[in-house]
């Protein structure tokens, strides 16, 4: 085992060991019966607002027919609402009811206060230290999905 893989996992052990922490208490979103893809699709909806039917399963990288059907439970549960444009009669735009944005703001919410109550611990410096850490991973990963997309596209 070389001295990176070590390290990777002492440092998932360490996560690990931050489970206790989080809250106890079962998610928002869990009392509404959604699935985790479910989840995922009013979060993406939540940061980036009206989209058509079409953007919306390119960017989730399934069919319009899948993202169809998937749009269908979501809102007949009354958390997504799709409607024809007015500009052109042929697109349909999805977003989230009412219902769909208080879900969540109070699942963002809860995930932001459980972040909060475990970071607390850090001093300024420490916190400096991870954000330092958190946007060299992020910027090499993004440098690694340039490289496979050379496009400049996503992949999935």
Do not use: Y
Not at 45 to 63: E, K, P
Not at 72 to 78: A, F, S, T, V, W
Not at 122 to 147: C, K, M, Y
Request: some cysteine; glycine content about 8%.
């Amino acid at each position: 085992m070389s001295s990176g893989d070590a390290a990777l996992d002492l440092v998932e052990g360490h996560l690990r060991a931050l489970a206790p922490f989080r809250q106890s208490n079962p998610p928002a979103w869990a009392q509404h019966d959604l699935n985790f893809g479910q989840l995922r699709v009013l979060l993406m909806l939540g940061r980036s607002g009206s989209m058509s039917v079409g953007q919306f399963a390119s960017s989730v990288g399934v069919t319009p027919a899948t993202a169809s059907e998937l749009l269908d439970r979501l809102e007949r549960r009354g958390l997504v609402r799709r409607f024809h444009r007015t500009d052109d009669r042929r697109v349909v735009d999805c977003d989230l009811t009412e219902q769909g944005t208080q879900l969540v703001a109070q699942v963002t919410g809860a995930r932001r206060q459980a972040m909060r109550r475990i970071l607390s611990v850090l001093t300024p410096d420490e916190l400096g230290q991870l954000d330092r850490l958190l946007v060299a991973i992020a910027a090499r990963l993004d440098a690694v999905q340039t490289d496979l997309d050379p496009a400049g596209g996503s992949n999935p």
